[in-house]
């Protein structure tokens, strides 16, 4: 992990879609003592999403990003990210794509949290598919935002054993703790770089 020099922190946003538990992770992380991160904003692709409500609570500034009028959005959530000096954008259950051009604009800079191992079962259900396939494992994976979907650069992952008698639904709950762990690694080990 890289030194916090001068204490500076890092700024980062928060990209949701839904229920938010991620979010609501990354928020008590941002509040530790030795944080090293500053939640600077939540951007919601829909302003019903139920993860808001972390936001709001926390008084955490919140950007509604409008997919009717995706590229003046984009443009918009650009700009205001630029000025207000964020370097990490953390996509948490964000189900929209981002344009090429958003991601230029970042590159390197946005990371995605996925409930598999990736490279196997990207896109959703993937409990389901992988309940279904009769894996042995599972777990999730933290990973580069690129133009594919759950396509980029691995940065960490963790797995777990699949117990005789799971369920999909219980390997939701399984791995959604797994991934309130990993979310803040992974941005331990980018710190260095960013
Ligand atoms: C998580 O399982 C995450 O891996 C996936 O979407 C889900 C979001 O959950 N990308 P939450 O909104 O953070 O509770």
Same mark, same amino acid.
């Given at each position: 992990?890289?030194?916090?020099?001068?204490?500076?922190?890092?700024?980062?946003?928060?990209?949701?879609?839904?229920?938010?538990?991620?979010?609501? &992770?990354?928020?008590? @992380?941002?509040?530790?003592?030795?944080? @090293?991160?500053?939640?600077? =904003?939540?951007?919601?692709?829909?302003?019903?999403?139920?993860?808001?409500?972390?936001?709001?609570? &926390?008084?955490?500034?919140?950007?509604? =990003?409008?997919?009717?009028? #995706?590229?003046?959005?984009?443009?918009?959530?650009?700009?205001?990210?630029?000025?207000?000096?964020?370097?990490?954008?953390?996509?948490?259950?964000?189900?929209?794509?981002?344009?090429? $051009?958003?991601?230029?604009?970042?590159?390197?800079?946005?990371?995605?949290?996925?409930?598999?191992?990736?490279?196997?079962?990207?896109?959703?259900?993937?409990?389901?598919?992988?309940?279904?396939?009769?894996?042995?494992?599972?777990?999730?994976?933290?990973?580069?935002? &690129? $133009?594919?979907?759950?396509?980029? $650069?691995?940065?960490?992952?963790?797995?777990?054993?699949?117990?005789?008698?799971?369920?999909?639904?219980?390997?939701?709950? $399984?791995?959604?703790?797994?991934?309130?762990?990993?979310?803040?690694?992974?941005?331990? #080990?980018?710190?260095?770089?960013?």
């Amino acid at each position: 992990m890289g030194k916090l020099i001068g204490n500076k922190k890092l700024n980062i946003a928060v990209f949701i879609s839904g229920r938010g538990s991620n979010l609501n &992770n990354l928020i008590k @992380f941002s509040k530790k003592k030795k944080s @090293f991160i500053n939640l600077i =904003f939540v951007v919601s692709s829909s302003k019903a999403a139920r993860g808001l409500v972390y936001a709001k609570k &926390n008084n955490i500034k919140i950007i509604i =990003f409008n997919y009717k009028k #995706k590229l003046t959005s984009e443009r918009n959530v650009l700009k205001i990210l630029n000025s207000n000096k964020i370097k990490l954008i953390c996509l948490a259950g964000f189900m929209k794509i981002l344009s090429i $051009k958003f991601i230029r604009n970042f590159k390197g800079k946005i990371i995605n949290i996925h409930p598999s191992l990736l490279p196997r079962y990207k896109g959703l259900n993937t409990h389901e598919r992988v309940i279904k396939n009769n894996e042995k494992f599972t777990g999730c994976t933290v990973h580069f935002v &690129n $133009k594919n979907l759950d396509s980029g $650069k691995i940065i960490i992952q963790k797995k777990i054993k699949i117990k005789k008698g799971d369920t999909a639904s219980i390997l939701s709950k $399984k791995v959604l703790t797994l991934e309130h762990q990993l979310y803040p690694k992974a941005i331990k #080990k980018l710190f260095a770089s960013l």
